[in-house]
């Protein structure tokens, strides 16, 4: 449909929008572990209680979220209003989270667990409208593609800011002071973070909306949800990305630098994550176009897994081991540009089975799922620290075997359960159908 085609300035505000929110949240997925206990001196196994259980309270703040923007009617629209409104708590907060005060252990970490909440709270208002966004810009699977491909590039490149130039940065800002870096870099990341989020405000526009009212029984409303095929694959499978996703993220600058002995490797490992995002934001979508979105994804999946898999062979050539690191990096982020457009996918299905949209409760449900994906991944690692006595000035065989092991096991495990799950997707070959089905009842109710 002719409406549904989008500017080059609206798909651009659109991919600024994810890098508004993620780049604060890459760079406390990346090093907030790091800088807890290596920097501040707080002990693995607290932190990542605090990891853990300020992530687990989202699964009750993500569905309010989701629910409170399908019953939001209101002058910004349904989504834009929390774009205005949470760029500027959002920007503080992340300055706070990296400015820890000098007090007591204990409160040291009560005060971390009050910013990461206040962090991830602030995420889900920021997120969770940001998603249901898309289903009501277009209609139009090629343009949620596109879409989807800008999103990955602000994705890839909050990647890139919030992993490869911190260190750099920390040491640019505090020298051999790492704990003033830390806090220039925050405050650094909150400005860019502040005007990205404005200007997905500013540009992009809701075309499509949900019709029914926005007075819905909400129990109702997530029994439908959980009998909504698509968005069970969709949950299933960004759960089991984000378990890898936050080991990964967390892991890594200790597998660099204790298991490799090559800490350089840091700011090339992380920010093969985005680089390939940033790849596969051009290559995603004409492949997963003439694929399908289930076998294309199902195929990347099974691949990354066995690069994985013989991945520790590689350890003694540095050339082997990044060539075989950065093609996996690049077969899963394919996933997450299908990700991107299947989570838009899903509303037209729930229309499709239900007769109603409901955007925000289905974009809260997915939002659910990376944040209890981050949490497990995250909280695991810590846990694992904790459990084999890890110590930063004296780290044990022991402990450095168990950091390799968890790195390549973990992955190899839920990029195969991860391609399981994907081969699930129904929607190929059925959007047309959908499509007409839904335009049917549109003029049957008109009538």
């Not at 399908?70 to 990296?98: E, I």
């Not at 000098?102 to 409208?129: D, H």
């Not at 996703?245 to 597998?255: C, H």
Request: hydrophobic share 55%; charged share 15%; aromatic share 12%.
């Amino acid at each position: 449909m002719a409406t549904d085609r989008l500017s080059f300035a609206e798909r651009l505000s659109y991919g600024l929008g994810d890098m508004g929110t993620s780049l604060a949240y890459n760079m406390a997925s990346g090093f907030l572990l790091f800088y807890y206990t290596n920097v501040v001196g707080l002990p693995a196994a607290g932190v990542g209680t605090v990891f853990l259980i300020a992530r687990l309270l989202d699964a009750v703040i993500d569905v309010v979220v989701g629910i409170a923007v399908d019953k939001t009617r209101s002058r910004w629209g349904r989504t834009r209003g929390y774009f205005l409104f949470t760029a500027l708590p959002y920007a503080l907060v992340t300055v706070a989270l990296f400015h820890v005060p000098a007090w007591s252990e204990g409160a040291q970490l009560a005060y971390a667990f009050v910013t990461f909440k206040a962090l991830g709270i602030l995420m889900s208002v920021q997120a969770i409208p940001y998603t249901a966004l898309m289903p009501m810009m277009t209609l139009d699977t090629a343009e949620r593609l596109k879409l989807s491909g800008m999103r990955s590039v602000g994705t890839s490149i909050s990647v890139v800011l919030g992993t490869a130039a911190v260190l750099p940065l920390v040491g640019l800002f505090g020298g051999t002071d790492q704990q003033r870096g830390f806090q220039s870099v925050a405050v650094l990341f909150a400005a860019i973070g502040f005007v990205c989020t404005v200007a997905l405000y500013r540009f992009c526009r809701e075309r499509f909306e949900d019709s029914s009212s926005p007075d819905f029984a909400i129990l109702p409303a997530v029994r439908e949800m959980l009998r909504n095929r698509a968005w069970l694959v969709v949950f299933a499978s960004c759960l089991l990305y984000f378990i890898r996703f936050g080991l990964m993220m967390s892991a890594t600058a200790y597998f660099a630098i204790e298991v490799l002995k090559k800490p350089w490797m840091i700011s090339i490992m992380l920010p093969a994550v985005s680089g390939m995002l940033l790849l596969s934001s051009f290559v995603a979508p004409p492949i997963l176009a003439r694929t399908g979105i289930k076998r294309g994804s199902a195929f990347v999946l099974a691949l990354a897994a066995a690069i994985f898999a013989v991945l520790p062979l590689a350890e003694g050539s540095v050339p082997a081991f990044l060539a075989l690191y950065i093609a996996a990096c690049l077969a899963t982020s394919i996933t997450i540009t299908a990700a991107f457009a299947m989570i838009a996918e899903t509303v037209d299905y729930h229309e499709w089975k239900f007769g109603t949209r409901r955007e925000g409760l289905l974009s809260a449900g997915i939002s659910l799922s990376t944040k209890l994906g981050m949490a497990i991944g995250t909280a695991g690692f810590a846990f694992m620290l904790g459990a084999v006595g890890y110590a930063p000035d004296a780290v044990s065989e022991t402990a450095r075997e168990a950091i390799r092991w968890t790195y390549y096991g973990s992955a190899v495990v839920l990029l195969a359960l991860q391609t399981v799950v994907v081969l699930l997707w129904p929607m190929d070959g059925l959007h047309e159908t959908i499509r007409n089905d839904i335009a049917a009842k549109g003029l049957a109710a008109a009538e």
